[in-house]
């Protein structure tokens, strides 16, 4: 039989702590998608201004060997060759580069694919059907701006989405421009993301863990605070109340027997009255080390209230679950107190009642049954049992 220990059944409070971890991963999910959505965003940008600048800068390189030509240091021709070839020359990154167009459309540089160079594209349309070539030119005599296009990627044939940034040299009738490939730049900024937040994540996940755990360790003190009794360290009349359920819901799995013994000590008060509530106290901590002792693995003791104390649990019959309120009985009346030199000992009587589905609509029938066994037992003469 599956034993219902108390370990494995959760306390209210630690179901909402469950509830509230669960409500801080969907929480902490949805603030990294929030994250990721933003920062790559703002790094799509970044990148997309990183390429506007090259430009500008790449615009400043021509206008200074323009400014060689005004000043007839260099002759036109000069002056556009050696600004082609500082150009051509100035890659950056794993494949970013410039290339320059004339006003009629043909290829002055193109770093990685110099076969295209003297060529006119004008009419070229990329393999969604664009006609680049004239985009590039009616952007840039706008003022400059983004261009969207499939383009072939160093060494392939292939052609992968791209985006350029192209502007217009007035005094050349150039037209200059530089890309991002869309795939590489979203695996640029992803791994960026990653490596970026990577940590902090990981800091912040490692301090939600520990913070989870610290809290749901002081929820279980206050919650085992809350459901056990202060001197007897048993359970409590609130404890059985909320362990009901389970134990009812268990009782359908098992071929034994869900059982209630309710224990009350015989005359407690004239003990408190004849030898202290102190020395009442030591009896009742006594009574509740005898049950602890006694219970197996699937019962609960619980001090009901003053002298009154009931086990739960399952049995395999009757007869075991009297012979358990038995042994405790009997142990009890074993043992000495002694207060000032006194001895003194005590008796306790029980009732015994099994959980029947056909006469109890809840565990707290079948509890009020053993109540009224050991009512039988009292008034039988007590120090007995009853079922």
Same mark, same amino acid.
């Given at each position: ?237 609130? /404890?059985?109340?909320?362990? *009901?359920?389970?134990?009812?819901? @268990? +009782?359908? %799995?098992? #071929? ?87 001895? /003194?000992?005590?008796?306790? *009587?029980?009732?015994?009642?099994? @959980? +029947?589905? %056909?006469? #109890? ?27």
């Amino acid at each position: 039989m599956q034993n219902l220990s108390p370990k494995s059944y959760r306390l209210p409070l630690q179901n909402k702590l469950v509830g509230l971890s669960v409500m801080i991963i969907i929480g902490i999910v949805a603030f990294v998608l929030f994250f990721y959505h933003s920062f790559s965003t703002s790094l799509e940008q970044e990148k997309k201004a990183q390429s506007k600048n090259f430009i500008e800068s790449a615009l400043g390189i021509i206008q200074h060997f323009h400014q060689l030509e005004l000043s007839e240091k260099l002759t036109t021709a000069e002056a556009q060759q050696l600004a082609m070839h500082t150009l051509e020359s100035a890659t950056y990154g794993d494949d970013g580069y410039f290339w320059i167009n004339d006003s009629n459309g043909k290829i002055l540089i193109q770093p990685y694919m110099p076969n295209l160079v003297g060529l006119n594209m004008t009419n070229w349309a990329d393999s969604t059907g664009k006609y680049i070539f004239q985009e590039f030119d009616r952007e840039a005599r706008k003022g400059g701006g983004w261009v969207s296009y499939t383009w072939p990627k160093l060494n392939t044939s292939e052609e992968f989405p791209k985006i350029s940034y192209v502007a217009h040299y007035p005094a050349w009738d150039w037209l200059i421009g530089t890309g991002l490939y869309l795939d590489d730049m979203k695996s640029d900024i992803f791994w960026a993301v990653l490596s970026t937040s990577g940590v902090l994540l990981l800091g912040f996940l490692i301090f939600i863990f520990t913070i989870i755990v610290i809290i749901n360790y002081f929820v279980h003190q206050l919650s085992e605070l809350s459901i056990r009794d202060s001197l007897t360290n048993l359970y409590t009349k609130r /404890f059985l109340k909320e362990i *009901s359920p389970a134990l009812l819901n @268990h +009782n359908k %799995l098992t #071929d034994h027997h869900l059982t209630a013994i309710f224990i009350d000590l015989d005359h407690f008060k004239s003990i408190n009255d004849l030898h202290g509530h102190d020395n009442g106290d030591k009896v009742l901590k006594k009574v509740a080390k005898i049950m602890r002792e006694n219970a197996k693995q699937r019962h609960y003791c619980m001090r009901y209230g003053g002298e009154e104390f009931v086990l739960i649990g399952f049995f395999e019959n009757e007869m075991s679950a009297v012979d358990m309120a038995e042994t405790i009985r009997h142990q009890v009346s074993e043992v000495c107190f002694i207060n000032d030199n006194n001895e /003194f000992s005590v008796t306790l *009587s029980a009732g015994v009642a099994l @959980h +029947n589905n %056909l006469i #109890d609509d809840s565990f707290a029938n079948t509890v009020k049954r053993a109540d009224m066994k050991l009512y039988e037992a009292k008034t039988a003469g007590r120090n007995r049992v009853v079922v």
